[in-house]
Every structure is written in structure tokens, then in C-alpha cells.
């Protein structure tokens, strides 16, 4: 069973490819229709599916890939010319993290946010988190007062939201019940320099035995009400390591 890859999109057009993705927590939805997970399987009308899902399933051989114009089957080195950018590179280490501490994941395009995360599979319950990847900013340090925050330090990848952006999403997520997981990754390493097979190589391997060097951050946020946002100690998935939450 195979995906092709056309226009730089994941497609599946064979319903018991899609039923056995959706078996391994590897989640897509119906071109042109806004649904999570497949529901309903209409004939004719593909499955497309997250670049870093579709990679995370060949590495681990669950499909293969074909060229949708050639029909060539394709290798993990033939498609590292989706990751030259520091936010693809983000979006596929955070999203196999994800995956990897046993997390549904699929698109959030309904919710305004970069993927949804369950804890369960979809037919068995609703999203928990609504996920947003910050991507890196590299701004100069004078176009920046930097004083009110002593640990950054201008010369190097930073993460920045603003409090409009982090309130609105936030209250987006209450609406729907869910939280807001704001992601970032950080890498020393030139996009130029990523090597996608031994990113999947060591997927599965702890961060300190891997030769890609770079750290992932996690924070959970619940809206509280009343124009502001509470926190607790409290821990809802022991793998997440900073959890804000109400």
C-alpha cells in the first residue's frame, strides 16, 4: 500500500490504506472536507496526510511513497527537500515527538492551530489539545528591548508570542475545550545540514543518544476567565514536561 506524493501533499486513495494508518495513530483527513479522521470514507475523494505523519510512516514501514507522476517508488533521502527550511525541520521534530510519546495526532485547521492532539483514538473521544508550533525569530538586537528579559540573548534562535496572540488562542482553545500547546524546537545546526535519514534513524532513541543536536519545549495553557491565565501544578500527560494549566 502506497501514498503519493503530489504537489508536495501526502495522498491516500485506497480506504483500507487509510482504515491501517489511522490503526498506527497515523491520522489524515478528506481532501476538500473538514473532518479530523475518517468518519465516513467517501470513494474517489483522497486522504491527504501531514508531511511529517507520511514520513514518520515510511521510516517505520508502515507504506511506501510513489511519485504521483511517475509512480517511482521513493526513498527517505528523496524527500529531504521538504525539510530545508528551520520550520519544516520544527514542525517534523516536534510532531514525531508527539507522536512518539503515544499522542493521536491531525490537522488543526478547523481550530485555527497547526495540528490537534487526543489521547485516545478519535472515535473514542475529543481532541485535548489544540497544537501551535512557534517558530524560530531571529531579530536584531536593536530593533528590540531586551531588558525585561535577562535570559534571552539577542545573538541566538528565539521563540516570541505576542500576549494578543497567546490570549486569543487561548480563548479559541476554551471554546472548543480544549488546551492550547504551544511547541518550539531549537537546533544548532544549518537547515542546509539536516540530515532526514538520521532523523529517523534515531526517532525513537532519547534526545541524549541522538547525534541531531536540539531541544524541544512544551507549554500547556487553559484559559482561566477574568482577563487572566492561571496556573497549577499539575501535570495532565507525565511525557510533557511544562504544563500550565487550570
Not at 155 to 165: A, K, L, N, V, Y
Request: hydrophobic fraction near 40%; charged fraction near 15%; proline fraction near 6%.
Amino acid at each position: 500500500m502506497s501514498l503519493l506524493l503530489k504537489d508536495n501533499l501526502f495522498l491516500a486513495f485506497d480506504n483500507e490504506l487509510v482504515l491501517s494508518l489511522e490503526s498506527k495513530r497515523i491520522l489524515g483527513r478528506q481532501f476538500g472536507i473538514p473532518s479530523e479522521h475518517s468518519v465516513t470514507y467517501q470513494k474517489n475523494i483522497p486522504y491527504v496526510y501531514p508531511t511529517p505523519a507520511a514520513v514518520i510512516a515510511l521510516a517505520l514501514g508502515f507504506v511506501t511513497v510513489e511519485d504521483g507522476i511517475s509512480l517511482q517508488p521513493l526513498s527517505l533521502d528523496s524527500l529531504s527537500f521538504l525539510f530545508q527550511t528551520e520550520q519544516a525541520i520544527s514542525d517534523l521534530l516536534i510532531f514525531t515527538d508527539l507522536y512518539f510519546k503515544g499522542l493521536f495526532i491531525a490537522t488543526g485547521l478547523k481550530y485555527g492551530s497547526d495540528y490537534v492532539a487526543y489521547e485516545d483514538h478519535p472515535n473514542n473521544c475529543h481532541s485535548r489539545f489544540a497544537v501551535v508550533i512557534q517558530h524560530p525569530s531571529r531579530i536584531p538586537h536593536h530593533q528590540h528591548d531586551y531588558s525585561a528579559l535577562p535570559s534571552v540573548n539577542p545573538s541566538q534562535t528565539t521563540h516570541f508570542i505576542s500576549p494578543r496572540t497567546l490570549v486569543s488562542q487561548s480563548r479559541l482553545c476554551t471554546t472548543v475545550r480544549k488546551d492550547l500547546l504551544l511547541c518550539s524546537a531549537s537546533f544548532s545546526f544549518p537547515p542546509d545540514t539536516f540530515s532526514l535519514t538520521t532523523h529517523c534513524s534515531e526517532m525513537t532513541l532519547p534526545l541524549e543518544q541522538r547525534t541531531l543536536l536540539y531541544s524541544l519545549d512544551y507549554v500547556q495553557i487553559n484559559w482561566a476567565g477574568h482577563n487572566s491565565i492561571r496556573s497549577k501544578e499539575k501535570v495532565a500527560d507525565e511525557n510533557l514536561p511544562i504544563v500550565y494549566d487550570e
